[in-house]
C-alpha cells in the first residue's frame, strides 16, 4: 500500500559532488553539491543548483565557470565537511587537505584528489525558488589515469569508490547488478550451437 506525501525532492540516490571555483588562490572555495546531474549529451551540458546565500554562489556568479570533481568512499569526510561549513570563515582546501589542481580549460581549479573533474562554462542562470539553477557547458574532462583500463582505453569509474547521497546520508555504490543494455542483449553460448 502506498500513501500520499507533499511534494518534495526525494529523486536518490545522487552524487554527492565537490564543486570547486574562484580564479584565484585567494577566492577559491569548494561547495558540496547533490543537486547536479546530466541535461544533454551533444553538446554535453551538466547543472548545478545552488541557493543564492552560499558563498560559493557570487563566485560561480561572478567568474561563470566551475569544476564538478566526483567524489569518493575516501572523500567521503571532505564531502561532507565542504557542505556543512561556508568558504566565509573557512579555506576549505587547506582545512581538508585537498590540492587545488590547474584546470585546462577553466580558470576555476579543480581537486586533484578527485577521480574525475568536469570543467564548466555557465550558459545560462535560471532562478527556480530555493535556488538557482547554473546550466553549463562542459568543455573538458580530467580523468585519473589510474581508473582507465589500459586495454580498452574505457574509464573504469567504479573502481574510485564513488559517493552518493540518499535522503540525508552518504553511502558507496555496492555491487554491479547489469550493464547498459544487457537485459536485450542476445545470448552469445546459443549462437555458438
Known amino acids: 500500500m502506498k500513501q500520499d506525501w507533499k511534494p518534495g525532492t526525494l529523486i536518490y540516490p545522487l552524487p554527492a559532488v ?11 572555495n569548494i561547495l558540496t553539491v547533490a543537486w547536479t546531474g546530466t541535461l544533454c549529451t551533444n553538446p554535453p551540458m551538466c ?39 561556508s568558504g566565509r570563515d573557512y579555506r576549505k582546501f587547506e582545512e581538508m587537505k585537498l590540492t ?17 573533474c568536469i570543467e564548466c562554462r555557465v550558459k545560462e542562470i535560471i532562478s527556480l525558488g530555493s535556488h538557482d ?38 553511502y558507496g555504490l555496492g555491487k554491479k547488478i ?6 536485450v542483449a542476445k545470448d552469445k553460448k546459443k549462437k555458438k550451437k
Open 18 to 28: 565537490l564543486v570547486s571555483c574562484g580564479q584565484t588562490e585567494e577566492d577559491y
Open 47 to 85: 547543472y548545478i543548483s545552488v541557493r543564492p546565500e552560499r558563498h560559493s554562489y557570487d563566485i560561480i556568479r561572478r567568474n561563470m565557470e566551475f569544476v564538478i570533481n566526483l567524489t569518493t568512499e575516501d572523500m567521503a569526510f571532505a564531502t561532507d565537511w565542504c557542505g556543512v561549513r
Open 100 to 116: 587545488p589542481g590547474k584546470a585546462t580549460l577553466v580558470s576555476a581549479p579543480l581537486i586533484e584528489e578527485s577521480p574525475l
Open 133 to 170: 539553477m547554473f546550466v553549463a557547458d562542459v568543455v573538458n574532462i580530467r580523468a585519473d589515469d589510474r581508473h582507465l583500463n589500459a586495454e580498452t582505453g574505457k574509464l573504469e569509474l567504479s573502481e574510485a569508490d564513488p559517493l552518493v547521497y540518499l535522503h540525508g546520508n552518504y
Open 178 to 183: 547489469g550493464k547498459f543494455g544487457w537485459s
